[in-house]
């Protein structure tokens, strides 16, 4: 009998992993399911409305096939005239609206499943347990369905951002407050000469800004977070400095390696030398024990942040724009008091020792996905963490899992037939998020599963 693969997640990680598998010669039928219709091929990240909320990679980065590297901007060539009001050219240079990749990787799926239509197949539902059946695994779906298979994937990707707010605070269920970012409902109610004040200052934030310039926001925006700092901009002109393989044993002694090459380069931009690290970055990272990995955490993930995930310079240049204008305020400092009132929601924030009492019409969680699973409320998670099939790991960010994705259960064994892909892998790999990230694990998985 053939094998058979259950994908669960239909963002950018299931359907790279779904694609592999059904072109895989001789490779097991794949189910690949996904609860939200409109994030098939998408995900939180790729979604329809973002039209003009750029890629954080140029276009000649973004291509679904390692060995064929130019194929996004290939596509992009082949399908200008439907995007004409979107984007002026196409180059492999240019940061393309991400809704666009979206259409690609949609179209992607769409052709695979048509290429291996007996192979592949896709189902618009929710796992919410995965159960043993003898040495295979029931997937059981909020449909009522259940649905066995040899292995299971989980590609369930990016989490809402943690609460703000203690569940007892009314703020926490007030409309005027967006518990998550990634949905359009959030301009719908705005108005232009609205107070809004984003918690977090990363890339998130840095989208709602961009979505609020393209509605014709007047009003004033304020940015509220821990180190307040924005994302820095892109400096094409500065490709990652090429290093040899450095030996750093200790998070202290990167701070010591980038000053040091800082030094030696007076005229290279410290992000580029730290773009240097790339290539080394799991095996430094699965190099260092729990320790120094919360080290790293603490004092170096900040900076860590702001370089290795940054934002094209147009968008960084419209950000400067609207501060210039006195339309956007970025503060450092972190809440301690929310309450709701009949003017909005009243924050009181604690910014350089000083208490800051303001109200603001809307409050947007821009903190970033939740990578601590005893938070997330999704029912798979619960389920799995209730099993003893998933152990969550000590930094919180995520599960335990070998770095091929291979799942390791409360036991601390390996539990046989369900693996993970994309941000799941964080507490193993660190940098797993980005698609050429996601692309290499969705390739070797197919070999582990369909290689046999
Ligand atoms: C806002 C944002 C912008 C980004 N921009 C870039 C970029 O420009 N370039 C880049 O390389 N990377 C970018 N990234 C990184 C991004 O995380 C990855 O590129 C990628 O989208 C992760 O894909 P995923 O499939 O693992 O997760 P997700 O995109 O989160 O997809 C997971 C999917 O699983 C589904 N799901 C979850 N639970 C279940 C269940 N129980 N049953 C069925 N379905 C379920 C969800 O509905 C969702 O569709 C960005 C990330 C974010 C959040």
Not at 202 to 217: E, M, N, P, Q, S
Not at 224 to 243: E, K, N, Y
Not at 376 to 391: C, E, N, S, Y
Request: with cysteine; aromatic share 8%.
């Amino acid at each position: 009998m053939k094998a058979k693969v259950i994908i669960i997640g239909g963002g950018l990680s299931g359907v790279l992993a779904a694609m592999q598998l059904a072109q895989f010669p001789g490779g097991p039928d794949v189910l690949l399911i996904e609860k939200n219709p409109e994030l098939l091929g998408r995900g939180v990240a790729y979604q329809y409305d973002f039209t003009h909320q750029p890629l954080n990679v140029v276009a000649g980065g973004m291509s679904l096939f390692a060995d064929r590297p130019l194929d996004f901007v290939e596509w992009l060539e082949a399908n200008h005239f439907k995007y004409n009001h979107l984007i002026e050219k196409v180059s492999p240079q240019e940061f393309i609206p991400r809704k666009i990749f979206g259409d690609y990787v949609l179209e992607n799926l769409e052709r695979v499943q048509h290429e291996a239509a007996d192979r592949l197949q896709i189902r618009i539902d929710e796992a919410v347990s995965i159960m043993d059946f003898g040495t295979r695994k029931t997937v059981v779906l909020a449909s009522g369905n259940e649905l066995h298979a040899d292995h299971v994937i989980l590609a369930l990707g990016n989490f809402p951002p943690a609460d703000l707010f203690l569940p007892d605070n009314p703020v926490q269920n007030d409309p005027r407050y967006y518990a998550s970012p990634w949905s359009d409902k959030v301009y719908s109610h705005i108005t232009g000469d609205e107070h809004i004040l984003l918690v977090g200052s990363g890339l998130t934030a840095v989208d709602i800004v961009l979505g609020l310039i393209l509605r014709k926001f007047s009003g004033k925006v304020t940015m509220l977070s821990r180190r307040g700092r924005f994302p820095l901009p892109h400096d094409l002109s500065h490709p990652a400095l090429q290093i040899l393989e450095p030996e750093i044993k200790h998070p202290r002694k990167m701070l010591l390696w980038v000053r040091e090459l800082i030094r030696k380069n007076p005229d290279i931009p410290w992000p580029s030398i730290m773009d240097g690290l790339r290539p080394f970055t799991k095996k430094i990272w699965l190099a260092w024990t729990l320790d120094e990995k919360s080290y790293f955490l603490r004092k170096i993930r900040p900076y860590w942040e702001i370089a290795r995930h940054r934002i094209p310079a147009k968008s960084s240049a419209l950000l400067n724009e609207m501060m210039n204008a006195g339309k956007l305020e970025l503060k450092k400092g972190y809440i301690v008091e929310a309450i709701a009132t009949d003017s909005g929601i009243e924050i009181v924030y604690r910014s350089e020792r000083n208490d800051i009492r303001q109200v603001f019409h809307k409050v947007i969680n821009c903190t970033g996905p939740e990578s601590n699973y005893r938070k997330v409320r999704f029912p798979i998670i619960g389920d799995l963490i209730g099993q003893g099939k998933v152990k969550t790991d000590e930094l919180g960010l995520g599960i335990k899992c070998t770095p091929e994705g291979r799942i390791i259960n409360q036991r601390g064994e390996i539990e046989e037939g369900i693996w993970c892909i994309g941000p799941m892998r964080k507490s193993v790999l660190w940098e797993t998020t980005a698609l050429r990230e996601l692309r290499e694990q969705a390739s070797e998985l197919a070999l582990l599963i369909a290689g046999k």
